[in-house]
């Protein structure tokens, strides 16, 4: 209860401050697009800017590769990605600003009785060396391999970590991370890759390397299968009024305790 309190009255006084003076609500509005993986933390970050100065927020979950494309053309003022920028997108005028880190959290049906994989283990898994669950103490069943499309952040963070670049053995790529987690709780021999702050409770988050994904275990780095958010901006383009506001606030210390109810780890101190 303390800590509910405190969060809400540093939201009232940080974004009255933003609001700027008097009971008088700002107009205007800021536009972001990208990652659909950080659509729990940036819609929570949204809803308290946008109630609290008036000014219209608006999220696209189109994925990080055409949030960084958005922002490339000038078609919104912040995008999302749940990746690092890539050296070409940085030498094309981009700049990236972590705002979070989040767990990838490795999910299986309920009824899978496996709990424990390594990376190697995840790695031979996606790559088809390992096709049967019996094979590392699970059901005498096929592995149904459940990924996302190419160009999402969260794919280049999972391949990138397990080194299975252009080796992965899918049975379906998705489109976002609702349908990997639907997919997976609908099939018991399915396996999927999920950002940890959107997993629910109709899959299982297996631990990797003995290691459950939490928000203590992000930020030591001791759960490995881990990537950060990334806000985009353009070089040499300024951000209108309201979208350095919003900028501004989201990567305060203030915005910190939204952020950790979001499930993911601020990558600004408190």
Do not use: H
């Amino acid at each position: 209860m303390k800590k509910m309190i405190r969060l809400m009255t540093v939201t009232l006084l940080t974004l009255s401050m933003l609001a700027g003076c008097g009971n008088a609500k700002a107009t205007g509005s800021v536009s972001t697009d990208g990652s659909t993986s950080m659509e729990k933390v940036i819609g929570a970050l949204g809803e308290a800017f946008q109630n609290y100065t008036g000014i219209s927020f608006t999220y696209n979950p189109t994925g990080s590769g055409s949030g960084i494309k958005a922002v490339q053309e000038g078609r919104c003022d912040i995008g999302l990605s749940s990746r690092d920028l890539k050296a070409e997108e940085k030498e094309a005028g981009l700049n990236g600003t972590i705002l979070a880190y989040d767990g990838i959290a490795i999910i299986v049906n309920p009824e899978n009785p496996v709990t424990d994989l390594s990376v190697e283990t995840i790695a031979k898994i996606y790559t088809g060396e390992i096709t049967n669950w019996s094979e590392i103490g699970g059901n005498d069943a096929e592995i149904v391999l459940i990924g996302r499309e190419a160009g999402s952040g969260t794919r280049d963070g999972f391949e990138s970590i397990t080194d299975t670049e252009e080796l992965c053995k899918y049975r379906q790529e998705l489109t976002s991370t609702g349908d990997v987690i639907t997919t997976v709780s609908q099939n018991p021999g399915a396996i999927g890759y999920a950002s940890v702050a959107s997993v629910k409770d109709t899959v299982k988050a297996v631990t990797v390397n003995g290691v459950a994904p939490t928000e203590e275990t992000i930020k030591d780095g001791s759960y490995v299968v881990q990537r950060p958010f990334v806000l985009v901006t353009k070089s040499g383009v300024e951000l209108s009024d309201e979208a350095f506001k919003f900028f501004t606030y989201i990567t305060s210390a203030e915005a910190c305790d939204i952020i950790s109810a979001a499930g993911v780890v601020p990558a600004y101190s408190e």
